[in-house]
């Protein structure tokens, strides 16, 4: 398989995922043709990165995406506001930018679809983006809860990983 045959068939995959993960439409808004892939040494797609900034990780134990702060940032130029997101309250904005975890009492808001372990924007009252994370609660016990980690930060508006 030639390079260009081994680049579009990477693309077609991490935008079926994106479809399926983020809905439709996310995966071309996600990847552009132009996206360059790390594999690993087995040859499946690792990282996805647009002129050097990290967009996604494929992640190997289920094959779903893990945003970076870019993928983050596209995605919710895509989506209409609050879909895939997590507002919290000013207090926590600091921290979460740092990468800490936001916790449950500082969520403002959130889409109500929402589930545990989902991927999501982590924003501020004015859906600034301030990180990406993996969320550890439903869209309802976010609202609900008063203790606890709502959404694990991966990536925060002051970090950034290669």
Avoid: W
């Avoid at 594999?39 to 494929?58: C, P, W, Y």
């Avoid at 991927?119 to 609660?137: C, H, K, R």
């Amino acid at each position: 398989m030639d390079e260009d045959e081994r680049h579009n068939k990477a693309l077609k995959k991490v935008r079926m995922v994106a479809d399926y993960q983020f809905g439709r439409g996310s995966g071309r808004v996600l990847f552009p043709h132009n996206v360059d892939f790390t594999f690993s040494s087995t040859g499946r797609v690792r990282q996805i990165k647009l002129s050097g900034e990290h967009v996604a990780t494929l992640r190997a134990k289920d094959g779903l995406l893990v945003l970076g702060m870019r993928g983050g940032e596209m995605l919710k130029s895509f989506h209409r506001p609050m879909r895939h997101r997590v507002v919290l309250s000013e207090e926590a904005v600091p921290f979460v930018r740092e990468g800490r975890s936001a916790f449950a009492k500082f969520v403002v808001s959130c889409d109500k679809e929402i589930r545990g372990r989902d991927e999501v924007l982590v924003v501020d009252e004015s859906d600034e983006l301030l990180a990406v994370g993996e969320a550890m609660l439903c869209a309802r016990e976010m609202m609900e809860a008063m203790k606890g980690v709502a959404v694990k930060i991966r990536h925060g508006g002051g970090l950034y990983e290669d």
